[in-house]
């Protein structure tokens, strides 16, 4: 394994950093601070290559949700924010990341005996962002929009001068509904409709180097209301929380059977037990 992180420079001070395991932040630089959108899972010192693109301008980090392949990182910042009721279960998420780390490890995703963000750096005393709050970084501003679904209270960050968004988890191309913060499937497909209304063109996400464009969305509520449908889910367990399991929905929609594909669109909603009917077996009760 080289090297931990790879960077994209995606154009006119804006960056995309991914980490071995797939995690992506990005770097948005303005004339006065930089802003890290996100901060990956912590496997690496995030610190160099944040300080080699901001070029000694103070960093604010900005988390979209509470998760810990979102917020490991930031455990190396000073200014860190999020929104308020996303600054719940940061414990449980310190556990969840021990174990994530030793599974990368076991994979060999993630070299073993790495630094590790979240045991190594310090938990960050947070400041609250909340919709509405914007950040100057001179030149560039930064505004916070609730796109609930994936957690409670994920947080997207408009960009406004780009008309960019940067969304998190808050839609991916197989969404994740499943966690016990996760909100219903209908309550998401509301947060798709709040996105056609916002103020950006194009969207990029926490797991996949892809540009979305706005109308992307029309795939992703097509998906939303497949599950909504009354469809039958596919079991699906969850390799990272033992016993976690979800319903998943494949939308008959996909252009793509390749879930890794950024084109591939599908839901994993809360599990949903089939109904096992009982096959009556030949002759089982006596009859002929
Ligand atoms: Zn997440």
């Known amino acids: 394994m080289d090297k931990i992180f790879t960077v994209t420079d995606l154009g006119e001070g804006l960056w995309e950093i991914a980490d071995c395991v797939g995690c992506r932040c990005y770097l948005v630089k303005g004339r006065d601070r930089v802003a890290l959108?996100?901060?990956?899972?912590?496997?690496g010192d995030l610190r160099p290559v944040v300080r080699e693109l901001s070029r000694g301008l103070?960093?604010?980090?900005?988390?979209?949700?509470?998760?810990?392949?979102?917020i490991a990182g930031s455990y190396l910042f000073d200014d860190v924010r999020i929104p308020r009721e996303e600054?719940?279960?940061?414990?449980?998420?310190?556990?969840?990341?021990?174990h994530a780390v030793r599974i990368y490890v076991e994979q060999g995703r993630a070299p073993e005996g790495a630094f590790s963000a979240m045991r190594d750096g310090t938990r960050p005393s947070f400041t609250y962002f909340e919709e509405g709050d914007v950040l100057d970084l001179g030149g560039v501003t930064i505004e916070g929009v609730f796109l609930p679904g994936h957690t409670?209270?994920?947080?997207?960050?408009?960009?406004?001068?780009?008309?960019?968004?940067?969304?998190?988890?808050?839609?991916?191309?197989?969404?994740?509904?499943?966690?016990?913060e996760s909100l219903p499937i209908a309550t998401w497909r509301q947060t798709l409709e709040k996105m056609q209304g916002l103020p950006f063109d194009t969207f990029r996400i926490g797991h996949y180097s892809h540009e979305f464009r706005k109308s992307d969305l029309d795939g992703f509520l097509a998906a939303a209301d497949y599950a909504l449908s009354g469809a039958r889910g596919l079991s699906w367990m969850y390799t990272y929380i033992e016993g976690?399991?979800?319903?998943?929905?494949?939308?008959?929609?996909?252009?793509t059977d390749?879930?890794?594909?950024?084109?591939?669109r599908a839901v994993i909603g809360?599990?949903?037990?089939?109904?096992?009917?009982?096959?009556?077996?030949?002759?089982?009760?006596g009859a002929a």
């Open 37 to 43: 959108v996100d901060s990956c899972v912590g496997v």
């Open 152 to 180: 409670d209270h994920s947080m997207g960050y408009l960009v406004r001068e780009r008309r960019l968004l940067l969304s998190g988890d808050a839609v991916t191309p197989c969404m994740c509904l499943f966690f016990p």
């Open 58 to 70: 103070p960093v604010t980090v900005l988390l979209t949700h509470r998760h810990h392949d979102h």
């Open 244 to 255: 976690l399991k979800g319903s998943l929905y494949i939308s008959p929609d996909t252009p």
């Open 270 to 285: 809360p599990y949903v037990p089939r109904e096992h009917k009982r096959r009556r077996r030949h002759g089982a009760d």
């Open 87 to 98: 600054d719940v279960d940061i414990a449980l998420g310190e556990e969840q990341n021990e």
């Open 258 to 264: 390749d879930a890794d594909s950024p084109d591939f």
